[in-house]
Each structure stands twice: as structure tokens, then as C-alpha cells.
């Protein structure tokens, strides 16, 4: 099965300044990954997707960028912002038919103002 | 109607008690879902509805037991749970099953005592 993890279990940014969160992969086969952002107290929250077949993809404020050389990706945050402060976990479709979500491990994000 | 609605959003539970968590959703989606969330870690799949029917079970003991009653309802029945069972019961909606897309709820905050 898929295993999706995070290199930084805790990041901590000056407001404004810009995060990078990071996360690998195992399955070279994964060809799906989404971004989620937990706050306290809620479900995971969509934030942005990437297919397999870019290694960038823009969003409000948020890129991911995919390198499938490495399996790795990657959520960068411009001029982070209190409210940002959550849990990110990455995710990708596993399973015989793509239709598992699976988790990586998240990072807990901390905006200091 | 673009969101996931899950009652009660906190349960309190006797080891010997029978309870359900709801899960509904109006957007048409045709798998649903079953999420275990333990503080500190990411979700965990249970089970997989597709159409109605249940596609994956992920060894969950049968303590929980899951229900789909048409295609916008999810239930899922607890009987007989252990106070490890406590943790956050997240529900999630999405197109299809392997369709991008996927929805979260808030989640029921279940504690066994």
C-alpha cells in the first residue's frame, strides 16, 4: 500500500514570512496528491490538488510543487498569516481501485505574530 | 448544498451503550466514507460506501458497524466500544468512489468511558 509521510512534524513561521511544509511518497505509481488543512476541532479542508502529470500548480497563495524523480511534494505558503496556523497533511489515492484516501503523518504549523 | 453534516459533534459512552453517529450529505455524491482520528495523528480509513454498498472494510472490528440508507445518509452503530475507541469519527463524501473531490465533516468527538 501507499505510504505517504512528512519530513517536519512542527514548523514555526513569522507572520508574513513564507512555509514550506514537505511530504514523500512511496508508490511511484500514485499519480494523485491532495493538500489538507486541519484547524482544531474540524475536518480536513481541501486546500489544492495536483495530477502526476504537472510539478506545479498555483493556488491563493499556495503552491504545490510535485517531483516525481524524488517522490516528493511540497506546500508553500506566501506571507503566512495567523490563520493558517492547523495541521497540513498530504494524501493520496491508494488501493486496488484509487478509491483510498490515504493520510501522510501532518505538520502542525504555528504562525507567531 | 457544498458541505458534510455530522451529528452529535461530541458523544460521551458507557462501555455497555449502543449509539450511532449520522452522516448526511446533498451533493450528490455517490461514495461516502468512514474516518478514525486519534489526537495528534492522521485519519484513518474504516469503510468505503460506493452507490450504497459497502466496497471496503478496513478490519474494523465489528463493534462498529456501518449503514448506508439511500445515497445521502451514512451511519454508523457503536456497541460494546473500549475506552481506546475514543477519538474522532470524521465522515467524508466525494463524487465517486476513486473520484477526486473528496468533502469532510466536522466530525463526532466520541469518548467510551
Known amino acids: 500500500g501507499e505510504s505517504v509521510g512528512l519530513h517536519l512534524p512542527t514548523l514555526s513561521v513569522q507572520e508574513g514570512d513564507n512555509s514550506i511544509i514537505n511530504c514523500a511518497y512511496s508508490?511511484?505509481?500514485?499519480?494523485?496528491f491532495i493538500w489538507y488543512k486541519q484547524e482544531s476541532g474540524k475536518g480536513p479542508q481541501f486546500i489544492i490538488d495536483?495530477?502526476?502529470?504537472?510539478d506545479k500548480r498555483q493556488g491563493q497563495r499556495v503552491t504545490v510543487l510535485l517531483n516525481k524523480t524524488v517522490k516528493h511534494l511540497s506546500l508553500q505558503i506566501a506571507a503566512t498569516q495567523p490563520g493558517d496556523s492547523a495541521v497540513y497533511f498530504c494524501a493520496t489515492l491508494d488501493g486496488e481501485y484509487g478509491n483510498k484516501l490515504v493520510f501522510g503523518a501532518g505538520t502542525i504549523l504555528r504562525v507567531k505574530s | 448544498d457544498t458541505e458534510v453534516t455530522q451529528t452529535p459533534k461530541h458523544l460521551v459512552m458507557g462501555m455497555t451503550n449502543k449509539k450511532s453517529l449520522k452522516c448526511e450529505q446533498h451533493?450528490?455524491?455517490?461514495?461516502m466514507y468512514w474516518y478514525k482520528q486519534k489526537a495528534k495523528k492522521p485519519p484513518e480509513l474504516m469503510f468505503v460506501?460506493?452507490?450504497?454498498?459497502?466496497?471496503i472494510n478496513e478490519s474494523v472490528p465489528s463493534r462498529f458497524s456501518p449503514e448506508c440508507p439511500n445515497s445521502s445518509l451514512l451511519n454508523l452503530h457503536l456497541h460494546a466500544l473500549q475506552p481506546e475507541d475514543s477519538a474522532l469519527y470524521l465522515c467524508a463524501s466525494s463524487q465517486g468512489p476513486g473520484l477526486y473531490g473528496y468533502t469532510f465533516g466536522s466530525g463526532t468527538r466520541l469518548t467510551v468511558v
Open positions: 460506501y460506493s452507490y450504497e454498498k459497502l466496497s
Open positions: 495536483i495530477r502526476s502529470n504537472m
Open positions: 451533493m450528490g455524491h455517490r461514495a
Open positions: 508508490n511511484s505509481a500514485s499519480d494523485y
